[in-house]
Antibody, heavy 114, light 112 residues
Framework: EVQLVDSGGGLVQPGGSLRLSCAAS????????MGWVRQAPGKGLEWVAK????????NYVDSVKGRFTISRDNARNSLYLQIDTLKAEDTAVYYC???????WGQGTLVTVSS | DVVMTQSPLSLPVTLGQPASISCRSS???????????LNWFQQRPGQSPRRLIN???NRESGVPDRFSGSGSGTDFTLKISRVEAEDVGVYYC?????????FGQGTKVEIK
């Protein structure tokens, strides 16, 4: 069974940093495209970043370029999202997703507030 | 960016009656490989999204056959043949042919 477990969210002050993690199991992680999708409170869904299987190709939505870094550790079956220079508008539930969003984690809440 | 426009945004439905959601993209979603990369998702209250349909009309394993997808080019439709109580939630279309991948605004399905 495919399983994605998100973690690392929390309350952070504006300008702060967080590292989100996603532990994957039940599929061949190293060959799977992975990504992060966020959902602001009461709002819709937004893809923020994706990474190919070997980590050589990364893509970001314009609003997070230069502040977010997606990475993966295929030996640990883990996906990461380093979020720096956090802004209030980054407040959201962050979901890790496999491939074309065939599977989703349970989400981890990031709240940016002073 | 490709803009995905859903309608209606709110859809009150009587149990057992059909429901239909429209999704239009600002650019063609037809890939050079011949496939059209349009997915549909369901998000029940308090849950993570779940993919229902991929590539316009392919139902995911375990998705009831009352859900169907159709369309081509830039116009797509998700239909529920007979709405059940468990279908309450928000439905999103999403394109994965142009980066950034983008979602529609969501259509909230509720029971009258």
């Amino acid at each position: 069974e495919v399983q994605l477990v998100d973690s690392g969210g929390g309350l952070v002050q504006p300008g702060g940093s967080l590292r989100l993690s996603c532990a994957a199991s039940g599929f061949t992680f190293s060959t799977s495209l992975m990504g992060w999708v966020r959902q602001a409170p009461g709002k819709g869904l937004e893809w923020v970043a994706k990474i190919n299987g070997d980590g050589s190709e990364k893509n970001y939505v314009d609003s997070v370029k230069g502040r977010f870094t997606i990475s993966r550790d295929n030996a640990r079956n883990s996906l990461y999202l380093q979020i720096d220079t956090l802004k209030a508008e980054d407040t959201a539930v962050y979901y890790c997703a496999r491939g074309w969003a065939a599977a989703w984690g349970q989400g981890t809440l990031v709240t940016v507030s002073s | 960016d490709v803009v995905m426009t859903q309608s209606p945004l709110s859809l009150p439905v009587t149990l057992g009656q059909p429901a239909s959601i429209s999704c239009r993209s600002s650019q063609s979603l037809v890939h050079s490989d011949g496939n059209t990369y349009l997915n549909w998702f369901q998000q029940r209250p308090g849950q993570s999204p779940r993919r229902l349909i991929n590539k316009v009309s392919n139902r995911e394993s375990g998705v009831p056959d009352r859900f169907s997808g159709s369309g081509s080019g830039t116009d797509f439709t998700l239909k529920i043949s007979r709405v059940e109580a468990e279908d309450v939630g928000v439905y999103y279309c999403m394109q994965i042919i142009h980066w950034p991948w983008t979602f529609g605004q969501g259509t909230k399905v509720e029971i009258k």
